[in-house]
């Protein structure tokens, strides 16, 4: 369907720059593939169209921010502070609209689990975004460190969480014709060992829904 290159897309763009020493390139590459894996969920949900275009912009903007650092324009000049705020709040609202279109395809195959994820990663995303919105117009060094921990913190609790979620796409919703598919292990013995914990608590509720799912 598209998830499974979405979650190949999100690792590289968020976990693989922080973990790269060449995050700018990185993070073009991840979110080049994140938006190419959103040609096939446009036909699922009309809000993965809002995250395309989302997506389309927040690539634009990590290049034109990647161009402007090798040009060595200033980092107080009024194109790369523009730039780099577009480039910042551009990937907040991407992570919101994918949850939200995440949120709404769960609903319609009535899978708990990954409702309940969504609705929990779009508060920690919100939180980013109040705190980060806050630090620009902060001028205590102070404040603004706290504010900082704060920051980083969810980035890593909506990162990971989005991950997690994503997979459990992956894992769980499908076309009608491969419900009966087995259910994939992620490789990752953390992701399986949550998963399975996850599914126990939420296994009286999950269900197919009409149009696909896998509760397996």
Partial sequence: ????????????????????EFSVFTFIL????????????????????VSAVVSFILEVSAILVAILGFMFVPETSTSYVIISLVYKW????????????????????????????????????????????????????????RLRYIS??????????????????????????????QRKSSGIPFFDFLNNKLDRAFEKKNGIGKKRGNNK
């Fill in 1 to 20: 369907m598209g998830f499974g290159l979405l979650f190949f897309g999100y690792f590289v763009a968020y976990l693989g720059s922080f973990l790269s």
């Fill in 30 to 49: 991840g979110a080049g593939i994140i938006l190419f894996s959103l040609k096939n969920l446009v036909f699922e949900n009309k809000m993965f169209v």
């Fill in 90 to 145: 551009i990937t907040y609202v991407l992570n919101a609209c994918l949850m939200i279109a995440i949120f709404v395809i769960a609903k319609e195959v009535d899978i708990l689990k990954i409702k309940v994820m969504s609705i929990v990663n779009l508060i920690f995303i919100s939180i980013g975004a109040i705190v980060a919105f806050a630090y620009d117009f902060i001028s205590d060094e102070f404040t603004q460190l």
């Fill in 152 to 181: 980083v913190g969810s980035q890593i609790l909506f990162v990971i969480l989005g991950l997690f979620i994503i997979f459990n796409c992956y894992m769980k919703i499908c076309y009608e014709d491969d419900q009966n598919m």
